[in-house]
């Protein structure tokens, strides 16, 4: 199914799919991405949308994917690190953040580290906070293929593969986010994107 973003049930839509463990491809700040609700409870274990959204992109197990937040305070639910002042006034925004997962968060069982966005785009933080959980979130393309930027080939290649794609035009020439690694206290810029760091 392809909706407009702009259809006053877009929103509803994409919750309604999400909640049920289905993966979606929604514009964000920066390029199209496949989006699926992060199980925060990990009560069921049939629940990891992030492996269907490798085996569509072809992504390697060992490769994480970023996890969209609707606030930037959010980020201290899964962190102790402190996050510079001038990198969080760069949210809501493109820019990624590499931090240490807490002890006690809901990702207590993921890698020692995970990336965070929050992403400049309302609307797509309206569906993050009504999920009341992180979205995964990657480009859309086959891994190491371009990054599809046109409605209608991402429509050709993945529609059968996802339940809902919401149109929002072209994103032509568009840049990824800006990925900041925060470790031992030290920032390390891993890639350049949409915004300077």
């Known amino acids: 199914m392809i909706i407009k ?11 309604k799919s999400l909640i049920q463990g289905r993966i979606a ?6 390029v199209y991405g496949f989006s699926g609700i992060v ?6 274990k049939s629940f990891h949308t992030d492996s269907v959204i490798r085996s ?7 490769k994480p994917l970023i996890q969209l937040i609707a606030n930037p305070e959010d980020i201290y639910k ?11 006034k760069k949210w809501p925004g493109p820019v990624t953040l590499i931090v240490n997962v807490k002890k006690d968060s809901h990702l207590s069982d993921c890698p020692k580290t995970v990336a965070f966005r929050c992403p400049g785009d309302r609307w797509l933080r309206n569906i993050i906070e009504r999920c009341n959980a992180p979205l995964y979130s990657t480009s859309v393309n086959r ?20 339940s809902i794609i919401i149109d929002d ?6 840049l990824p986010s800006t990925i900041v690694s925060l470790q031992n206290g030290i920032v390390k810029v891993l890639r350049q994107g949409s915004v300077s760091v």
Do not use: C, W
Not at 39 to 44: E, F, G, L, M, P
Not at 143 to 162: A, C, D, R, Y
């Open 5 to 15: 973003k702009s259809d006053k049930n877009s929103e509803d839509l994409v919750i």
């Open 25 to 30: 491809i929604l514009p964000t700040d920066t």
């Open 39 to 44: 199980d925060v409870d990990y009560s069921d």
């Open 56 to 62: 569509i992109k072809g992504r390697s197990e060992t």
């Open 78 to 88: 899964y962190t102790d690190d402190e996050i510079p002042s001038h990198l969080l």
């Open 143 to 162: 891994s190491g293929q371009p990054v599809l930027s046109s409605i209608f080939e991402i429509q050709k290649e993945f529609e059968s593969e996802t």
């Open 169 to 174: 035009g072209d994103k032509i020439n568009a």
